[in-house]
């Protein structure tokens, strides 16, 4: 496993986390023996938006003896008074349901108060008018909520809570369908939801993705936007290399489905490689570096992707994006323009050219130079 840390709560976490949407399908036996197994393998971060309120129970069994050690997400307004997963507003609902999860979950705190599931502005006003808002507020106060957290799948109203609120972590839908425009949450441009990423990761708020595999469409060739099915591998890390993402949280129904998650890591870098999506009429990325290190190996030894994505972090405002770049082995600097990225881009960057452009702008913005 690998970790990231979130820079504005210094919380160091799995990179690989686990939703929780299926789990209750497994019951009591099965479902601790999955969440024991994820924590045997290094995940410590666990999305708590479940789909039914029978997963609490299972969690209170299984991880109670570790829960120092794990992170949970809990979202005030998620409710379950019908057993299966509903969405609420209300005050007394959200208090009667954050009360019973905790009950049931065997703890006295909230790693990651969220701000659940805002798509509309009008819901953002309904949060801060029906006191949620402050609830949440007077519980971080109490000790009993760590910190605050904000769960949408919509840029404009990210952008908009961001603004109004100090959130420390951001939970958001991310998978290469969305950012072209296709699928149920697919909300807004590429560029605004870009936009979203950078500027989590120049504030230094954490992105969980939810949704890695489109709810599956992805993994199903019939059901793809893109006709083509894609591979978990390829949405995890996808995911995992959009700027600000912390941690990725597929859902895993029993202990099998979490050992696939866990074997991430060993698979070969091929195996991950989502390039293929260049080929995808929908994506609108002609031109634009993904960061997918298709390009590698480079001959002079720059990391290709990193050295892209520190100048576009740059640009956009994040404060430590120059320093990174700086601490990286091999800067633009050292390019030796032999095409060779240029030949392998399935993305058409001609990241020769870019990397002349990426040495003049850390060199103008830097007395000491690219390097």
Same mark, same amino acid.
């Given at each position: 496993?690998?970790?990231?840390?979130?820079?504005?709560?210094?919380?160091?976490?799995?990179?690989?986390?686990?939703? !929780?949407?299926?789990?209750?399908?497994?019951?009591?036996?099965?479902?601790?023996?999955?969440?024991?197994?994820?924590?045997?393998?290094?995940?410590?971060?666990?999305?708590?938006?479940?789909?039914?309120?029978?997963?609490? $129970?299972?969690?209170?069994?299984?991880?109670?003896?570790?829960?120092?050690?794990?992170?949970?997400?809990?979202?005030?307004?998620?409710?379950?008074?019908?057993?299966?997963?509903?969405?609420?507003?209300?005050?007394?609902?959200?208090?009667?349901?954050?009360?019973?999860?905790?009950?049931?979950?065997?703890? =006295?705190?909230?790693?990651?108060?969220?701000?659940?599931?805002?798509?509309?502005?009008?819901?953002?006003?309904?949060?801060?008018?029906?006191?949620?808002?402050?609830?949440?507020? !007077?519980?971080?106060?109490?000790?009993?909520?760590? @910190?605050?957290?904000?769960?949408?799948?919509?840029?404009?109203?990210?952008?908009?809570?961001? =603004?109004?609120?100090?959130?420390?972590?951001?939970?958001?839908?991310?998978?290469?369908?969305?950012?072209?425009?296709?699928?149920?949450?697919?909300?807004?441009?590429?560029?605004?939801?870009?936009?979203?990423?950078?500027?989590?990761?120049?504030?230094?708020?954490?992105?969980?993705?939810?949704?890695?595999?489109?709810?599956?469409?992805?993994?199903?060739?019939?059901?793809?936007?893109?006709?083509?099915?894609?591979?978990?591998?390829?949405?995890?890390?996808?995911?995992?290399?959009?700027?600000?993402?912390?941690?990725?949280?597929?859902?895993?129904?029993?202990?099998?489905?979490?050992?696939?998650?866990?074997?991430?890591?060993?698979?070969?870098?091929?195996?991950?490689?989502?390039?293929?999506?260049?080929?995808?009429?929908?994506?609108?990325?002609?031109?634009?570096?993904?960061?997918?290190?298709?390009?590698?190996?480079?001959?002079?030894?720059?990391?290709?992707?990193?050295?892209?994505?520190?100048? =576009?972090?740059?640009?956009?405002?994040?404060?430590?994006? $120059?320093?990174?770049? *700086?601490?990286?082995?091999?800067?633009?600097?050292?390019?030796?323009?032999?095409? @060779?990225?240029?030949?392998?881009?399935?993305?058409?960057?001609?990241?020769?050219?870019?990397?002349?452009?990426? *040495?003049?702008?850390?060199?103008?913005?830097?007395?000491?130079?690219?390097?």
């Amino acid at each position: 496993m690998e970790y990231r840390t979130n820079r504005k709560t210094g919380d160091r976490i799995s990179d690989i986390g686990m939703g !929780t949407a299926y789990l209750f399908e497994a019951g009591m036996e099965e479902g601790v023996r999955a969440l024991q197994t994820a924590v045997e393998g290094g995940i410590n971060y666990f999305d708590l938006a479940a789909g039914h309120g029978d997963t609490y $129970p299972i969690f209170g069994e299984a991880l109670a003896d570790v829960r120092k050690d794990v992170f949970y997400q809990i979202h005030f307004g998620a409710e379950y008074s019908k057993g299966i997963y509903g969405w609420s507003l209300d005050l007394d609902t959200v208090k009667q349901s954050v009360d019973q999860q905790l009950t049931q979950l065997k703890t =006295d705190y909230i790693d990651y108060g969220f701000i659940h599931c805002l798509d509309e502005t009008s819901d953002w006003k309904k949060y801060q008018e029906n006191g949620i808002l402050e609830y949440i507020y !007077t519980l971080r106060k109490e000790g009993v909520v760590r @910190h605050l957290a904000l769960s949408s799948h919509t840029p404009s109203v990210i952008q908009a809570v961001l =603004d109004d609120v100090d959130v420390d972590m951001l939970m958001f839908s991310i998978n290469a369908a969305y950012d072209s425009g296709e699928g149920d949450y697919a909300h807004g441009s590429m560029n605004e939801r870009t936009a979203v990423y950078q500027r989590c990761q120049a504030e230094g708020i954490g992105i969980t993705v939810m949704k890695p595999f489109s709810s599956g469409q992805l993994l199903d060739a019939a059901q793809s936007p893109f006709k083509v099915a894609l591979s978990k591998a390829q949405c995890l890390q996808y995911a995992l290399d959009r700027p600000g993402v912390i941690s990725v949280l597929p859902g895993a129904r029993n202990t099998e489905e979490v050992r696939e998650l866990l074997t991430f890591h060993d698979l070969p870098e091929e195996e991950k490689d989502y390039s293929i999506i260049a080929g995808f009429e929908l994506v609108d990325t002609r031109g634009t570096c993904v960061y997918c290190n298709h390009c590698m190996p480079c001959p002079a030894g720059l990391d290709i992707g990193l050295i892209n994505k520190y100048y =576009d972090l740059a640009k956009a405002g994040d404060p430590l994006a $120059p320093e990174h770049y *700086r601490t990286l082995e091999h800067g633009a600097s050292d390019c030796v323009s032999c095409g @060779h990225c240029d030949s392998r881009c399935p993305f058409g960057v001609n990241l020769s050219a870019r990397m002349e452009e990426i *040495r003049e702008y850390f060199t103008a913005n830097s007395k000491y130079g690219d390097r």
